[in-house]
């Protein structure tokens, strides 16, 4: 079944201590992104990558890293995570996002206290 | 100015009623548009792409107006399984092809 699967869906976390979600993809989609998710702010863009080894910054990257050794994982990590990026986070991918859009995984509901 | 722009509803309608949602974007060089559904708790799915000829699937229909910069989605027959929350979607020229600007989305709640 084609999919993209992130790891953990929920995750509860102490401030600083670094975490990484990890987001698979098996349709040998070149384009991966990460979004967040806020009440009342929609989806926004964290970082994306067009390729292994190519990545950039989205509209809100502060706080994020990203790494794309291989096409299928695209993992994100906070390395001193800070109350304010509690969220829901989605991994998506696609061929090519403005023609095709993109399929998102099902989510990681993040706290950090 | 928000680049998407949505009423966030929720918009409460009994089953078998019509609903619209509209949509405004506000970067007038963007080239594509989508609407995605997202029940509560779960990820978006793309339900439609919006040509510029508007376009239809089944009780679904899909209208652009670059001139006034807007998108609809037009709903025949609602049924309490389209209780969901509509996201309309923009990819920005400025921004390049692999952006994605999400609106934050209508709710519908669908009653019997």
């Given at each position: 079944?084609?999919?993209?699967?992130?790891n953990?869906?929920?995750?509860?976390?102490?401030t600083g201590?670094?975490?990484?979600?990890?987001c698979?993809?098996?349709?040998?989609?070149e384009?991966m992104?990460?979004?967040?998710?806020?009440?009342?702010?929609?989806?926004?863009?964290?970082?994306?990558s067009?390729?292994?080894?190519?990545?950039?910054?989205?509209?809100?990257?502060?706080?994020?890293?990203?790494?794309?050794?291989?096409?299928r994982?695209?993992?994100?990590?906070?390395?001193?995570?800070?109350?304010n990026?509690?969220?829901?986070?989605?991994?998506?991918?696609?061929t090519?996002p403005?023609?095709?859009?993109?399929t998102?995984?099902?989510?990681?509901?993040?706290?950090v206290? | 100015?928000?680049?998407?722009?949505?009423?966030?509803?929720?918009?409460?309608?009994?089953?078998?009623?019509?609903v619209?949602?509209?949509c405004?974007y506000s970067?007038?060089a963007?080239?594509s548009?989508?609407?995605?559904?997202?029940d509560?708790?779960k990820?978006?799915?793309?339900?439609?792409?919006?040509?510029?000829?508007?376009?239809?699937?089944?009780?679904?229909?899909?209208?652009?107006?670059?001139?006034?910069?807007y998108?609809?989605?037009?709903?025949?027959?609602s049924?309490?399984?389209?209780?969901?929350?509509?996201?309309c979607?923009?990819?920005?020229?400025?921004?390049?092809?692999?952006?994605?600007?999400?609106?934050?989305?209508?709710r519908?709640?669908?009653?019997?």
């Amino acid at each position: 079944e084609a999919q993209v699967t992130q790891n953990p869906r929920y995750l509860i976390t102490v401030t600083g201590k670094k975490l990484t979600v990890t987001c698979s993809q098996n349709m040998n989609h070149e384009y991966m992104s990460w979004y967040r998710q806020d009440p009342g702010l929609g989806l926004r863009q964290i970082y994306y990558s067009m390729n292994v080894e190519v990545t950039d910054k989205g509209d809100v990257p502060e706080g994020y890293k990203v790494s794309r050794k291989e096409k299928r994982n695209f993992p994100l990590i906070l390395e001193s995570p800070s109350p304010n990026q509690t969220s829901l986070y989605f991994c998506a991918s696609s061929t090519i996002p403005g023609q095709s859009g993109y399929t998102f995984g099902s989510g990681t509901r993040l706290t950090v206290v | 100015r928000k680049e998407v722009e949505q009423d966030p509803g929720p918009f409460n309608v009994p089953e078998g009623a019509t609903v619209a949602f509209n949509c405004t974007y506000s970067n007038s060089a963007s080239q594509s548009f989508f609407w995605y559904r997202q029940d509560c708790r779960k990820e978006p799915k793309l339900l439609m792409s919006v040509y510029s000829s508007g376009n239809e699937d089944g009780r679904f229909t899909a209208q652009l107006n670059r001139a006034s910069q807007y998108i609809s989605l037009l709903i025949r027959d609602s049924k309490l399984s389209d209780s969901a929350t509509y996201l309309c979607v923009v990819t920005p020229f400025s921004g390049g092809y692999n952006k994605l600007i999400f609106g934050a989305g209508t709710r519908l709640a669908v009653h019997p």
